[in-house]
């Protein structure tokens, strides 16, 4: 597929948890602090960056690095940066078993209040079931119900955000009675999701305004893209679609190689066993399994974009040509990162500048 877009919306995946997303001893510790959060969440907003999206982690992988064994609470987080911020999107993911619905719905509302109706949530129905099983909170066969409870709990969650009195429900999981939350949120909040199975891609069509997707080739890439919209034309609908990229920017592609081998010459053997063996469990997801699993980029977390400036481009270009219409990054070193893409990168691709960037210079 080649497309014709002319624009990438672009969002950053938020360091919420130690380490980032590279499996290494020589890898920034990256301690998660608000501090670290509001500087990038400013620095992205003045870039021209759409959206911010911040995980929720609530068990690490441990070894040497202790990696993501501290993380911060992103709905607590993420209200914060929105009285920090005044234009970027921010996305708080949220995983239904850990959160009734009248307790979500009620700090969706408060947090879009906040932010002035830039709030949304990240749908994470399987990821490390770990986290799930310390809390006592992991049901029977969830691998099999988890995108039923999943959709039964959006239902609750949307009734509760309408300008119904009221909310009754007798659900399977859930139930509500006379059920009454107020505020309702500014604008219809928007809901991320991510997932390549069958049921994954039928839960976004059901109720996803935006969707993570993502493989191994930009080939593929474009052909899962592909499918995610001719599913949303079969269900009627439009859906955002968008992918993930850890990008790494060098001075010469050389130098890029280098910086990579330097970490996958000290991996975190230990976090990485247990990150497998967690993201190989029914369960955990059909896309993180492909993702992180089989893609061998243990290191990487699934993998690098390393190289120089001209490099980078070529994959912004690459993954707009497969369709997505957007691009959620992160970086190795947040500083560095966040300088050369806005010194060396963008300037060489302004035709995949961000709308908001594009209105925010000739305003």
Not at 110 to 130: K, M, P, Q, W, Y
Not at 168 to 175: A, Y
Not at 252 to 265: G, I
Request: proline fraction near 5%; glycine fraction near 10%; charged fraction near 20%.
């Amino acid at each position: 597929m080649t497309s014709d877009r002319t624009t990438l919306e672009l969002g950053i995946f938020l360091p919420v948890a130690n380490n980032g997303w590279i499996l290494s001893a020589e890898a920034d510790p990256a301690p998660p602090t608000f501090e670290l959060n509001r500087s990038i969440a400013r620095r992205a907003e003045d870039m021209g960056f759409e959206f911010l999206l911040a995980q929720s982690v609530w068990r690490g992988h441990g070894g040497a690095t202790g990696f993501w064994d501290t993380s911060l609470e992103c709905f607590t987080l993420m209200s914060a940066l929105g009285a920090v911020t005044e234009r970027i999107q921010l996305i708080a993911s949220v995983q239904p078993l850990l959160y009734p619905p009248a307790v979500a719905a009620k700090m969706v509302a408060t947090a879009d209040e906040i932010s002035g109706g830039r709030f949304g949530i990240n749908v994470v129905a399987g990821a490390n079931l770990s986290e799930y099983e310390q809390m006592g909170v992991l049901p029977e066969a969830w691998g099999e119900i988890r995108y039923d409870y999943a959709s039964e709990w959006m239902h609750a969650v949307r009734g509760l955000w309408s300008d119904q009195r009221t909310v009754e429900m007798d659900g399977r999981w859930i139930s509500l009675a006379g059920c009454v939350s107020g505020p309702t949120p500014v604008r219809p909040p928007s809901v991320f999701c991510a997932g390549s199975s069958a049921s994954g891609m039928e839960f976004a069509m059901e109720h996803g305004t935006h969707a993570f997707v993502g493989a191994p080739t930009t080939a593929e890439l474009a052909t899962t893209v592909d499918r995610y919209r001719a599913a949303a034309t079969a269900a009627g609908r439009e859906i955002t679609i968008y992918t993930v990229a850890h990008l790494l920017v060098a001075d010469t592609d050389a130098d890029a190689a280098e910086q990579v081998q330097h970490y996958r010459d000290h991996p975190d053997v230990d976090a990485i066993s247990d990150l497998l063996g967690q993201y190989s469990r029914a369960g955990a997801g059909e896309s993180l399994r492909r993702g992180i699993v089989e893609s061998g980029e243990h290191v990487f977390f699934g993998g690098i974009v390393a190289g120089s400036a001209t490099t980078i481009a070529e994959h912004l270009q690459s993954i707009t040509d497969a369709g997505v219409d957007g691009l959620l990054v992160m970086f190795p070193d947040w500083d560095d990162g966040l300088t050369r893409f806005a010194d060396e990168v963008l300037p060489i691709v302004p035709h995949l500048r961000t709308t908001s960037a594009r209105v925010a210079a000739a305003s």
